[in-house]
Nanobody
Framework: QLQLVESGGGLVQPGGSLRLSCAAS???????????IGWFRQAPGKDYEGVSC????????IYTDSVKGRFTVSRNYAKTTVYLQMTDLKPEDTAVYYC???????????????????WGQGTQVTVSS
C-alpha cells in the first residue's frame, strides 16, 4: 500500500515562503510516478480544503482560487517527489497541509477529499508575525 510523508512545514512570517515535499515513505516499492497528487489543508475548526493538483505527467496543474499566483506544484524528474512551493504566505494559509494520491491520471478540478485514496500524516504551516 502506498504510504506518503510530507515535510517542509514550519513557522514563517507573512510574505515569506516555504516549500513542502511529498514522497512515498518506507521501502514499500511504491513511488508517486503513477499517481495524481493532490495537496489539501485543514485549518483549525475547518473542513479539508483542496489546494492544488498535479497530474501523473506533471503537465496539468490546478489551484484553488485563494492560492493562484502564489503556490506552485511540481514533480521532480524521477517523479519520486511532489513539491508545493508557497510564496507570499498569508496568515489565512495557516493549516496542516496534506498530500494525497489518486490512481486517476489527470487533474480536472480542484481536488476533492473523497477522490484520493492514500494520505500522508500532514505537516503544520503557521504564518504569523
Amino acid at each position: 500500500q502506498l504510504q506518503l510523508v510530507e515535510s517542509g512545514g514550519g513557522l514563517v512570517q507573512p510574505g515569506g515562503s516555504l516549500r513542502l515535499s511529498c514522497a512515498a515513505s518506507g521501502f514499500t516499492g511504491f513511488t508517486l510516478a503513477n499517481y495524481r497528487i493532490g495537496w489539501f489543508r485543514q485549518a483549525p475548526g475547518k473542513d479539508y480544503e483542496g489546494v492544488s493538483c498535479i497530474s501523473v505527467s506533471g503537465a496539468s496543474t490546478i489551484y484553488t482560487d485563494s492560492v493562484k499566483g502564489r503556490f506552485t506544484v511540481s514533480r521532480n524528474y524521477a517523479k519520486t517527489t511532489v513539491y508545493l512551493q508557497m510564496t507570499d504566505l498569508k496568515p489565512e494559509d495557516t493549516a496542516v497541509y496534506y498530500c494525497a494520491a489518486s490512481s486517476a491520471i489527470l487533474c480536472t478540478s480542484v481536488p476533492s477529499q473523497g477522490r484520493y485514496d492514500y494520505w500522508g500524516q500532514g505537516t503544520q504551516v503557521t504564518v504569523s508575525s
